[in-house]
């Protein structure tokens, strides 16, 4: 759950941010963003919560994400040398042809992480909770692919979109990283699609973004979120 007192960040804001030569990002709420090839060596992420956040061929050496809370979120082609996740939640998150040089996963809670085409054994998982934690897509089961399809539950998208996205997806013995890649940027940009109107403040105790709380203006944000539930459903 999110902690009382984190920074809300637009995408926009994240990537104005980097662009602006800052990376500090330590105990903010970012969601959506896209940082892909973007240097973010070095950077902290610490005790922040990453929700549909993309890194691909990025750098990420040395780039700290202790503590961290990260979800539906993926890495690809991207060098996380010396990047420490030390007691990080990674949940439902992909890392995929990734450099894993003396990576520092020690005391992290892994659940529903796909480690593809990743040589795994450069990496510290120290006392390390790895709960479905997966090497190849032949490992899937069918009740892995259900979990996967399930996460579709969370985004605020309308029914074609949805039904799109699950004939993206496909099943679990046809399932690849092009098929999966389009499927979280799908889930990215539907998520950044549904928060652009809404003025983001001070995350409040025990609230997602897709929650009233989550904003300042609570009454606002139901006002206008009902306002484009209408558009979307027309």
Request: net charge positive; proline share 3%.
């Amino acid at each position: 759950m999110p902690e009382f007192g984190l920074k809300f960040l637009t995408p926009n804001d994240a990537i104005k941010k980097v662009k602006s030569g800052e990376k500090d990002f330590s105990k903010c709420k970012i969601v959506g963003a896209d940082f892909s090839g973007m240097d973010l060596s070095n950077a902290t992420f610490e005790s922040s919560e990453l929700e549909w956040v993309r890194f691909g061929d990025c750098k990420l050496i040395g780039t700290n994400f202790a503590g961290a809370k990260i979800d539906l979120s993926y890495f690809s082609n991207s060098n996380l040398t010396k990047a420490v996740f030390k007691k990080a939640q990674v949940y439902n998150s992909y890392f995929g042809s990734v450099i894993l040089d003396k990576t520092d996963f020690g005391g992290a809670d892994l659940r529903y992480v796909l480690f593809i085409e990743t040589n795994v054994g450069a990496a510290d998982f120290s006392g390390a909770n790895r709960i479905r934690m997966l090497t190849s897509f032949g490992e899937l089961t069918q009740e892995d692919f259900n979990f996967v399809v399930s996460t579709l539950g969370k985004i605020d998208m309308p029914p074609q979109h949805r039904a799109a996205a699950l004939i993206i997806i496909g099943n679990v013995k046809t399932m690849t990283e092009e098929k999966l890649l389009k499927f979280y940027d799908m889930g990215r940009m539907s998520m950044t699609a549904s928060m652009k109107d809404y003025s983001p403040g001070t995350v409040d105790a025990g609230v997602y973004p897709r929650d009233a709380g989550v904003y300042t203006d609570k009454a606002k944000y139901g006002e206008r979120k009902d306002r484009k539930k209408s558009l979307l459903y027309r």
